[in-house]
C-alpha cells in the first residue's frame, strides 16, 4: 500500500484552481457578443442579386436537393422574368452546389447562422426574402473578390485582440474593450 503526504491533494488541486483563475477567459457571453464568422462562411441562408438573375435556372438544376423552385416567363426583350424564386432552407444542406454552378454571378451564400424557428414553413425563403440587401451580405464563399473585402474572423482565444498580434491576458481589461465594440 502506497501513502501519499497529508494535504498533497489539495494542494494539486489549488494548483490548477490558480491556474485557471489567472487564465483568460476563453468564453463570451453570446448571444450579448459574438465573434466574427469565418469570411467563407456557408451560413443558412441564400442571398439572390435580381438585377443578375436571367431566370436560368441553372441553380435549380443543380441542387441534389431539388431545393430550388423557379417559375419564370417571357420578357418582351426575350428575356426572362422571374416569378417565383423558392429556396426551402430546412431541406438545404448548405453545399453550395448552386451558388458554384450560377452563370451570372447572381447567387451567393448567406451570413446568417441563426435561423432557427419552431415552424418549418418559416424556412422557407421567398424570392424577397432572398434579395440582397443592407441586412443580408454575401458570404465570400466561391467569391474571392467578396472574400478579401470582409472582416477577419476571431476565434475564442483571439477575440479581445486588439492589434491582431498580442492576445489580451487581463479580464479586466477584456471587461473594457466590451464596451468598446
Ligand atoms: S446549398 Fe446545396 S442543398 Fe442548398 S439549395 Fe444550394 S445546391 Fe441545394
Ligand atoms: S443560376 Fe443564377 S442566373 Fe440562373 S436562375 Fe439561378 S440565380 Fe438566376
Redesign the pocket.
Known amino acids: 500500500m502506497r501513502f501519499e503526504r497529508y494535504g498533497i491533494g489539495i494542494i494539486k488541486g489549488l494548483m490548477v484552481t490558480m491556474k485557471n483563475f489567472l487564465r483568460p477567459p476563453i468564453t463570451l457571453q453570446y448571444p450579448e457578443e459574438k465573434l466574427i464568422t469565418s469570411r467563407r462562411i456557408?451560413g443558412n441562408e441564400?442571398v439572390w442579386q435580381v438585377s443578375k438573375c436571367t431566370g436560368c435556372a441553372t441553380?435549380a438544376k443543380?441542387?441534389?436537393?431539388g431545393?430550388?423552385e423557379i417559375v419564370t416567363h417571357l420578357g418582351t426583350e426575350n428575356n426572362y422574368v422571374v416569378d417565383k424564386l423558392q429556396?426551402d432552407?430546412g431541406?438545404?444542406?448548405?453545399?453550395?452546389?448552386?451558388?458554384e454552378s450560377c452563370p451570372y454571378e447572381a447567387l451567393f451564400?448567406g451570413r446568417s447562422y441563426e435561423r432557427a424557428t419552431y415552424r418549418r414553413r418559416e424556412l422557407v425563403l421567398s424570392k424577397e426574402a432572398l434579395e440582397l440587401s443592407e441586412d443580408r451580405q454575401p458570404s465570400g464563399y466561391f467569391y474571392p473578390r467578396i472574400e478579401v473585402l470582409l472582416p477577419r474572423q476571431t476565434l475564442l482565444l483571439y477575440w479581445d485582440r486588439e492589434d491582431g498580434q498580442k492576445l489580451c491576458w487581463f479580464p479586466w481589461r477584456k471587461k473594457a474593450n466590451r464596451g468598446r465594440r
Not at 62 to 65: G, I, K, R, Y
Open positions: 456557408r441564400l441553380c443543380s441542387c441534389p436537393q431545393n430550388i429556396v432552407t431541406k438545404c444542406m448548405f453545399c453550395g452546389l448552386c451558388v451564400m
